[in-house]
């Protein structure tokens, strides 16, 4: 459910990114409650759209703030209209932290945590690491951050203050694609055979407990494959977080795609029906039938649309959030499931 949420500050962080913090009123704070490594939905009106974009929450729970970054993508329509036009105490819509990438801290930790940032990929892993450091005082960090040039870097100043103050348990290691860093090591495109040496010569995997990946889905596919099949990493404990793939939802031209479906879905406990066309998703379907269902980056990689399953069979596209479990307990992502079935039941749980 979105909430009417006040903006309490804002600031350039960047020529390209700024930050925006909510001021969440006493009665949400429960609700409000998040994990290090979460995102907020926001939801604002734009050329008289309703646009639902979500963001991870770079601030630490134990801050009490709820603070979130957004970087300007070329023609983006909700990036565009966070940085040239909000401004504090303007209100956005804001929906309830959510998500599966997150981190849980025990103070009797005592682990060798590897973080890979590219760009606008840092904001979850400040979260993680302020509590990591704060939380566990036996486990150590190391930050390997991609980005083009130190001014383009969000949260440098603020990151070289944690290495100060928190020492050898926090390595730290900016990446420039587009300028020089501090050695060979450091220049050039954070990827796959970077990484190798940079994992080898910085932080070595043999050494390392869980590795948590945010940026671009090629970086993140090929570390993960660079991981399992040369380190022989357990995969359980490789954790990323997409912003956006490349892989849209494709309807397919075979002969189960064609007809019509009766969805009876539940939104926040409301019962609605309406038809979605075979070749269609669950979520266009309810979308175009005028009904709120939840959604974020239609791409399969926020969870945001993600729902249970009752009766009736769906083939799901692209999924980078759920796991085995999960579909074996009968949750699906709306906005990557066609029906196949003439009729379905699917309840979302906000
Ligand atoms: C779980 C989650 C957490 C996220 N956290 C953050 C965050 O902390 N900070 C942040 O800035 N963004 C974050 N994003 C991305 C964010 O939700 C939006 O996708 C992004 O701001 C672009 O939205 P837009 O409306 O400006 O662009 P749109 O109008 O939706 O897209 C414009 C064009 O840009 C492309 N595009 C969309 N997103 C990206 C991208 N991230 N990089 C490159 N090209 C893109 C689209 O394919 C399209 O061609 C997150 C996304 C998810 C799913
Ligand atoms: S809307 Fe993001 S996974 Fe479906």
Redesign the pocket.
């Known amino acids: 459910m979105f909430h009417k949420i006040t903006i309490k500050n804002i600031n350039k962080e960047t020529p390209e ?1 700024v930050s925006i913090e909510f001021d969440i009123p006493e009665n949400l704070k429960d609700e409000f409650s998040f994990k290090p490594g979460q ?1 907020l939905t926001l939801k604002a009106k734009i050329q008289d759209k309703d ?1 639902k ?4 929450l ?1 601030s630490s729970p134990s801050s009490g703030q709820h603070k ?4 300007q ?8 209209f966070a940085n040239q036009e909000l401004k504090i105490s303007d209100t956005l819509e804001v929906n309830k932290p959510a ?1 599966s990438f997150y981190i849980e801290t025990a103070p009797s930790n005592n682990k060798n945590y590897t973080l890979l940032a590219a760009g ?1 990929g840092i ?2 892993m400040m979260s993680i690491l302020k509590t990591v450091l704060k939380e566990e005082p036996n486990s150590t960090v190391n930050l390997f951050y991609g980005n083009k040039n130190p001014e383009l870097t969000i949260f440098k100043e603020e990151l070289e203050q944690i290495k100060i103050n928190y020492g050898n348990r926090f390595n730290l290691h900016f990446v420039y694609s587009r300028s020089k860093g501090e050695s060979r090591f450091h220049t050039g495109r954070l990827e796959g055979r970077k990484l190798n040496k940079l994992f080898k010569k910085f932080a070595p995997i043999s050494h390392t407990d869980d590795i948590f990946i945010c940026g671009p889905e090629t970086l993140t596919m090929n570390v993960k494959e660079l991981l399992i099949n040369k380190f022989k990493f357990d995969p359980s404990n490789i954790h990323f ?4 793939t490349s892989t849209p939802i494709v309807p397919k031209k075979n002969s189960k795609s064609e007809g019509i479906s009766e969805v009876k879905a539940t939104i926040n406990g409301e019962v609605v029906n309406f038809s979605v066309k075979k070749n269609q998703s669950i979520l266009e379907g309810g979308l175009a039938a005028g009904f709120d269902v939840p959604f ?2 239609q791409g399969g ?2 969870g945001v649309c993600r729902c249970m399953k009752g009766n009736g069979e769906v083939e799901m596209e692209n999924n980078l959030v759920l796991s085995e479990e999960e579909i074996e307990s009968g949750a699906i992502l709306a906005c990557q499931s066609r029906v196949l079935s003439d009729h379905i039941e699917v309840i979302f749980n906000e």
Do not use: H
């Open positions: 990114a995102f646009v974009r979500s963001y991870s770079c979130v970054v957004v970087k993508i070329p023609n983006g329509m909700f990036s565009s998500g606008s904001t979850p977080e997409l912003f956006t974020s980056c990689v926020c």
